[in-house]
């Protein structure tokens, strides 16, 4: 990947799903072997091209739309299932936005550097995100040359469908959702052996990072001293867990079932027991293509829900591994991704399986409510964790609804579900979700994330 990636200019590089075959290829090899003849979706799951003008029933075309076109990066995680059933479906189109590019991005990094660039410069207007990455482009903390991009978080994609995975070496030592304080000896020695734990996520700063982060301190290990913590591509993690160059990562689904079935490793806990019907993966767009095209975001926002109702139905997830799973977006076997989208999960390591559809990737509804509505508490949460974990200066906390309020534009959103149909007892009547509580017992108020990070016993701050 590294090699790879330097054959490029950052300004420049963009995967789309028409022309994909190395993300494809870089997909597949951390998938594992090939999948045999018959295996893959094949004719029934492959999907033509990645930008389509499609024909749809019972149009509801915005009059006055800017415009027709957008381009829109993801990663071939089920965290973007939305997104491409919105295009193939024809939900997108429904509300006359028929030109809309969904782009395959190599990884966290390219899609941050499309984004820069703009899809007029031949990157992306916004796409796929793991929070709080919307704002930390914002403020130019993670862009060339630290300049600020105003971007605006629109939507929720999902919730959970992340797990904590371990290498197979560390079986019968105890790792799971808590550990007791022989589990907790055994991590710490590793670091004193000099062969210290090494736990990866695919971006840093973010979700996979701070999820990695609460189940380790939650459990007595501080990350930042008891264990090396590592940034590893996406399309490399398994691999890497596979050769031993790591003994843990935050992964989100197809991984999971690969990780067991081929005895890689286990999962230690999924996300959703961490923090059940906690927010995944946001919707954000150039703050200026939105104010641009106010009607246009409109409209994409309003596609975007109807295909996240659809996710949602039972009897539609077998057409939709049918069509995620295609060559023009994960190219990987349809089989791999049954599981989860039931919420199925062989966990390892004689832990007992999960089965429960609840517990899997969920885009619309789940058991305290919407998915799709961005709540600016969650937001708050995601900045809280990152002045716990010094990502952040502690001062970001005394201006936090200025700053959430800037980059949060669920009234977007609101419009959006109206224009869809979406009922009243739909629409959050608040922007906050209420207090959050965690398997370890800690709660997050919204209303006082100070008390919050008083609370928490490993921290930087």
Known sequence: MTKFSEQFSRRKFIVTAGASAVSSILLKGCLGNPPEPGATAG??????????????????????????????GYIPIVEAASLII?????????????????????????ARDNVEIGSAGGGIDGGQWQMPMPYLISKGLITKNSIQIPMYV??????QGNGIAIAAKHQGKGLGLKLDQAAQD???GLKQAGTPFKAAYT?????????????????????????????VPAAQTVANMKTGSMDGFSTGDPWPLRIVKEKIGFMAALTAEIWKAHPEEYLAIRGDWVDKHPKATEALLAGLIEAQQWCDKPENRAELVAIVSGKSFFDVPAQVLTPPYAGKYAMGDGKPDISDFKMGPLYWKDDIGNVSYPYKSHDL????????????????LSDKKTLIDKVNRADIWKKAAKLAGVADTDIPKSTSRGPEKFFDGIEFNPENPEAYLKSLAIKKV
């Open 203 to 231: 971006f840093p700063k973010v979700n996979q990072d701070l999820w990695i982060r609460y189940w380790l301190a939650a459990n007595g290990i501080n990350p930042d001293a008891d264990v090396e913590l590592l940034t």
């Open 381 to 396: 949460w995601f900045i809280t964790e990152s002045v716990r974990w010094g990502f952040l200066p502690t001062k970001t």
């Open 186 to 188: 055994y991590i710490k």
């Open 43 to 72: 004719a029934d799951g492959e999907i033509p091209a990645a930008t389509s003008v499609v024909a749809v029933a019972n149009e509801k075309r915005v009059e006055g739309i800017e415009s027709t076109k957008i381009t829109l």
């Open 86 to 110: 919105a295009q193939e479906k024809g939900f997108f189109a429904k509300y006359g936005m028929t030109e809309v590019t969904i782009a395959k991005q190599a990884n966290w990094g390219s």
């Open 154 to 159: 629109l939507a929720q994609l999902n919730t």
